[in-house]
């Protein structure tokens, strides 16, 4: 196929997939958003630190095993069942190497182990069924069968709010989140080992097992490294602070990151596989790069920004926050989740280009640098305030780093830069105006209201032909 060959076969691919992402993470998003809602009124700041534990747990076996080792049917587009039996092999073995450790944690605290024993049973369970479960969503995913992963996690969200709804006025609310947390991926990984029978996954010999297996290794390291390294933050606040302040900090990061938990899985799911499949046409590289870092832009920053300039009526509406202590903490933290979205969407990219071991490398260095970090801030007893903000240049810094990385795989980098650009002063305008209606007297959710129009406006003024396509769920 020739280069224009390959640009209208990967926008067809990436507009099919990019479809059933978006509908399946905005469905995902509402019921999470309601699930804040319930949290912030059953739980208090101590009860918050204590699910804060749980959900640590959580993003480390979907950061490991989500897809893991099975990283490598998606990036080289092989499959066989030798195959397949080698790759799940290794993935139960690091399952339980890292289940050990956690429970070796949970021993040394044994207070928090004694106390919450029903939600470490829970967190332990769950950990291992991602990553046993993670195969089929990885062989789904592989085939761009991004209709049943939607219905899948749809369905899997509404059997978790249900419980949810049903459980939390009787129970402890402190086990009913987990239980219903579990429900949800149980469902949604038995819904696709059914959509995987059902139809199967033809045999599509390619490269030797152990290229798979080196490929995987240095993901599944990397994403592990990453998990240290972003939650190192996490670890300075327990640390220093106590489960007290780990709460609402947790919580003011979940709502932080609650666009990027829900928009880079979209673009980095429709996008990685497809890039992968062109990765070798300099032309195709470019043409997918440059439309999915548009897209992202337009969707994600534009609704950060949004965010940020609404953070207080936000917080107060889903949280109880007598301490102010969410608020305080969203400010910066926003900000950095905004700054890692874009990063992570770049890391997904460099990785789907096959940079797995140079990643690794980086991430090594950014680690070390992290956990530096976090002595000088430990001994030298700063503030969290001043913590947070050198945390959002180290970020910017790490950013910056990574798309100088993926700019040496563009052939045709003015197809990604320039558009950039423009958005970037077109964002400038919309900040001046989202400030501008904090500053008039009306209601806090009309101002939220305007300031969404405003932006959609500007958007749909200087990128009216991207935007028609967002509209129409098309990612290019």
């Not at 060959?5 to 999470?32: G, P």
């Not at 009124?41 to 897809?67: D, N, T």
Request: with cysteine; proline share 3%.
């Amino acid at each position: 196929m020739t280069s224009a060959e390959h640009i209208e076969a990967s926008s067809i691919d990436l507009n099919r997939v990019f479809r059933w992402q978006l509908l399946a993470s905005v469905y995902l998003t509402v019921l999470q958003l309601a699930g804040y809602f319930l949290i912030g009124r059953f739980l208090g700041y101590k009860e918050m630190g204590v699910y804060a534990i749980f959900q640590v747990v959580f993003r480390m076996a979907v950061s490991l095993f989500e897809p893991g080792m099975f990283v490598s049917l998606i990036q080289k587009h092989s499959y066989s069942e030798a195959l397949m039996r080698q790759l799940q092999k290794r993935q139960i073995l690091l399952a339980l190497g890292v289940a050990a450790c956690w429970m070796v944690f949970f021993g040394v605290e044994g207070d928090y182990l004694t106390a919450h024993f029903p939600v470490v049973v829970m967190s332990m369970v769950l950990l291992l069924l991602i990553a046993c479960g993670s195969r089929d969503a990885a062989l789904l995913t592989r085939e761009l069968r991004q209709r049943e992963l939607g219905l899948a996690q749809m369905t899997g969200a509404s059997f978790e709010f249900a419980l949810l709804v049903s459980l939390i006025w009787h129970y402890d609310p402190l086990l009913v989140f987990p239980a219903a947390f579990l429900l949800r991926f149980a469902v949604f990984y038995f819904l696709c080992a059914c959509f995987v029978r059902r139809r199967g996954i033809p045999v599509s010999p390619g490269e030797p097992l152990e290229e798979h297996l080196s490929f995987a290794r240095y993901q599944v390291s990397n994403q592990g490294i990453s998990f240290v390294q972003g939650n190192f933050d996490t670890v300075l606040v327990a640390s220093v602070f106590g489960l007290s302040a780990l709460g609402p900090y947790n919580f003011a990061s979940e709502l932080s990151y609650l666009l990027f938990s829900k928009i880079n899985p979209i673009f980095n799911k429709a996008v990685f596989p497809v890039l992968s499949r062109y990765r070798n046409d300099g032309a195709a590289r470019s043409h997918i790069v440059g439309e999915a870092m548009l897209s992202h832009a337009i969707v994600c920053l534009g609704l950060y920004a949004l965010l940020y300039a609404n953070l207080d009526f936000v917080v107060a509406t889903v949280f109880r926050d007598p301490g102010g202590q969410i608020l305080e903490f969203s400010r910066y933290i926003c900000v950095m989740a905004m700054i890692r979205s874009v990063n992570n969407l770049l890391f997904s990219k460099l990785l789907a280009l096959g940079e797995s071991r140079r990643l690794l490398q980086w991430n090594i260095a950014v680690l070390v640098f992290n956990y530096a970090f976090i002595a000088v801030i430990y001994f030298t007893g700063a503030r969290m305030t001043m913590f947070l903000w050198l945390n959002c240049w180290v970020s910017l810094a790490v950013l910056l780093y990574t798309a100088y990385k993926l700019s040496a795989h563009l052939d045709h980098a003015s197809l990604v830069w320039k558009p950039l650009l423009r958005f970037l002063g077109v964002s400038c305008a919309g900040g001046v105006a989202l400030w501008g209606l904090k500053g008039v007297a009306m209601p806090a959710v009309v101002t939220l209201a305007l300031g969404g129009l405003v932006l959609l406006g500007l958007y749909t003024l200087f990128f009216r032909k991207k935007m028609m396509r967002l509209l129409r769920m098309q990612i290019v």
